[in-house]
């Protein structure tokens, strides 16, 4: 705090519960909240690693800027010795997308998962070391979600033992790629393999792309940067980059190994690691995504309820104050289910972590039986939670008024950095039609005796479900995790019946899921809330310990719930699980959560334990300070540096002058 004063401490009084208690519960364990805090808190008090300036860089300013905090990043990680854990955070912390990110959250697992013990061996020690740097090249210009339509070659030449990588097409230019664009000396690039004219399919290679001598590109290597992208800032640190291979020959020991090989004499043999282990890194993948979610909606949600406090309009009496925003219904309605979300999208995230362990354990013992779940449920629940966040960043940049579209707020760069997430690592709507294909596929086993497993294992009460109507007679009854979860349960499971239903009409199922495809959608949209429903119910099956801690996260399940509920009546309804009566006390109890959360609302975004660092916004300053230093800001542009502009004296003196002129006429 600036000048010692707490804005918001009046806020801060009133709440019901334990604060330090619930940093704990946010963190996942005493252990994860030191080490966070620990980290935050380094990063925060480091004047290298300032971003206040960085919406006002040009690209290049920008870029330098971005290759100057990753190395000093890594400097300090080697002098403080941090472990694996501890760096992963300091990069975090450091707030700014690098090249680093693609080469320890992509280059490196994919050599983990997909590489012999040799190649391993090899390449590991070097990309830990950063003596080499890594990408991922997947996508092309061509193709992004279909992978298996990627069209660089990888054509094995029998009398020199080499690949020789190519790309026949422009549409099969690699694009996109972070870290390609000017810094990755090597990438895991993804090509189809072909032995004799024989096309087996798409496979990874390590190829080298630049010297590492002069950083120049290698010979047959064209290479590049695809240009700027949306918003200030924001993604503009990283390098995405353009990659065209011009018969490029790489030895036959860099195609990675693990599942395939490629023998000497150009012979495809499949090794007894089973291909599966590539969905076990999709999981991992998928799961910090969510993990990543719940951190931007969070610091999003932070921003908008601390300025809501701070910012008063509108009902003053007899000269008194007035009213601060935060106590209007129509704020409170907008706002209070992204703060539920936030706890909801932490709460399933940490459930996925323990299912990514779950389903690592059970591939080392060669058993499958719960990975085409694992995988169906990881992909819906990363489409729902990016799409939701992405959403709800906007809507607490809209609760912020007009200050919320000052780069100042943290929130246009925050959007921009965090939209990306909707489309990579899968495009949030083909995933959830994946989805839907996995649900259909669970639907028309249900006779068969094959028990439905996991987030589907509700589908085996079908007939139960499909009878179902909620007893619901008051308002309170909706407090009850059972009867929401009923409601939940039936929903999914009659909306997927009914697609199921509907497709069974269709004599070629493919088509009958093309027609379909948004419906199949809505289908997969009402599996996964109840997913991350029920793991909001679940986790508060637990020991929660804290004063009054507990209490609140009833009252953020309840309202995560019924807003949902509310929001998708017509499904609801449609459906028959409801009335409309029931309808109607579902909003009316939420109404009255909001009521319950507005002492503990600037409280509950405190356990988030944030530095005003990391927030990067003046709005959601913790001491809600918020006008002086809006004020101040202002005056830091360049616009500022001079008082009269640029350009003044070309382009608007002389219409000024001759104004003037036409003016004494």
Not at 196 to 203: C, I, K, L, S, Y
Not at 305 to 327: C, K, M, P
Not at 461 to 468: D, G, N, P, S, T
């Amino acid at each position: 705090m600036e000048d010692g004063v707490d804005h918001l401490a009046f806020e801060r009084n009133k709440a019901q519960f334990d604060v330090e208690d619930m940093k704990i519960i946010w963190a996942g364990s005493r252990q994860d909240f030191e080490l966070s805090d620990r980290i935050s808190r380094l990063v925060a008090s480091d004047p290298a690693f300032r971003k206040d300036d960085r919406t006002t860089l040009d690209r290049k300013e920008l870029f330098k800027n971005t290759l100057r905090k990753a190395a000093y990043a890594w400097k300090r990680i080697n002098e403080l010795r941090l472990n694996e854990q501890e760096a992963y955070k300091l990069r975090s912390f450091v707030d700014q997308p690098a090249f680093t990110d693609l080469h320890w959250g992509m280059f490196v697992p994919a050599i983990q998962g997909q590489g012999t013990d040799e190649q391993q061996q090899k390449w590991l020690p070097l990309a830990y070391r950063m003596q080499i740097i890594g990408c991922y090249a997947q996508t092309e210009l061509g193709h992004g979600s279909n992978v298996q339509g990627l069209e660089t070659t990888a054509t094995f030449d029998p009398k020199t033992d080499e690949f020789v990588i190519h790309s026949p097409t422009l549409t099969s230019s690699k694009w996109w790629p972070g870290g390609l664009g000017k810094i990755s000396t090597h990438a895991v690039a993804y090509a189809r393999l072909i032995i004799g004219g024989e096309d087996h399919g798409v496979h990874g290679f390590i190829v080298q792309l630049r010297s590492l001598d002069d950083h120049l590109p290698l010979p047959g290597i064209t290479i590049g940067d695809i240009g700027m992208k949306f918003g200030n800032a924001a993604y503009n640190t990283m390098d995405n980059g353009v990659l065209r291979f011009d018969h490029v020959r790489i030895p036959r020991n860099q195609m990675l190994m693990r599942v395939s090989q490629v023998t000497r004499e150009g012979k495809y043999v499949s090794s007894n690691v089973p291909r599966q282990l590539v969905y076990g890194t999709m999981v991992n993948v998928r799961q910090k995504i969510v993990a990543d979610a719940s951190v931007a909606l969070s610091r999003a949600v932070c921003i908008a309820t601390r300025y809501s406090a701070v910012r008063r309009q509108f009902g003053s009496h007899n000269g008194g104050l007035e009213t601060q925003v935060i106590d209007y219904k129509t704020q409170q309605a907008r706002l209070f289910p992204l703060l539920a979300s936030a706890y909801a999208f932490r709460f399933v995230g940490g459930w996925l972590k323990w299912l990514y362990m779950d389903v690592t354990e059970r591939l080392q013992a060669n058993d499958f039986s719960t990975l085409p779940e694992a995988h169906a449920c990881t992909a819906g629940l990363k489409s729902l939670t990016t799409t939701a966040t992405a959403d709800g960043i906007e809507e607490c940049r809209k609760l912020c008024g007009g200050h919320g579209y000052l780069c100042s707020s943290g929130l246009p760069e925050l959007f921009a950095v965090y939209v990306p997430a909707c489309t990579y690592e899968g495009d949030n709507v083909v995933l959830l039609l994946q989805v839907a294909r996995h649900l259909m596929k669970t639907v028309s086993q249900l006779g068969s005796g094959n028990k439905p497993v996991g987030t589907t294992a509700y589908m085996a009460r079908v007939e139960q479900l499909m009878q179902y109507h909620s007893d619901v007679e008051k308002a309170e009854d909706w407090l009850k995790p059972n009867v929401v979860l009923e409601a939940f349960e039936a929903r999914a499971s009659r909306m997927s019946v009914a697609c199921a239903q509907n497709l069974s009409k269709f004599a070629n199922p493919e088509e009958g899921f093309q027609e379909l495809a948004a419906d199949l959608v809505d289908a997969a949209v009402a599996h996964c809330q109840l997913i991350v429903v029920s793991k909001f119910i679940e986790k508060l099956q637990q020991d929660i310990p804290g004063k009054g801690v507990k209490k609140q996260l009833e009252v953020l399940c309840s309202i995560y719930a019924l807003f949902l509920l509310h929001k998708h009546l017509g499904d609801f309804l449609s459906t028959g699980c409801i009335n409309p009566k029931q309808g109607s006390l579902a909003s009316e109890q939420l109404r009255n959560l909001y009521s319950q959360v507005r002492p503990n609302a600037i409280a509950l975004v405190d356990a988030f334990n944030y530095t005003d660092h990391y927030l990067g916004s003046i709005l959601g300053r913790y001491d809600g300070n918020v006008y002086p230093k809006l004020y101040e800001e202002a005056w830091k542009d360049p616009l500022n540096d001079s008082v009269v502009p640029d350009g003044f004296k070309e382009y608007i003196q002389p219409m000024l002058k001759q104004q003037l002129r036409n003016a004494r006429l």
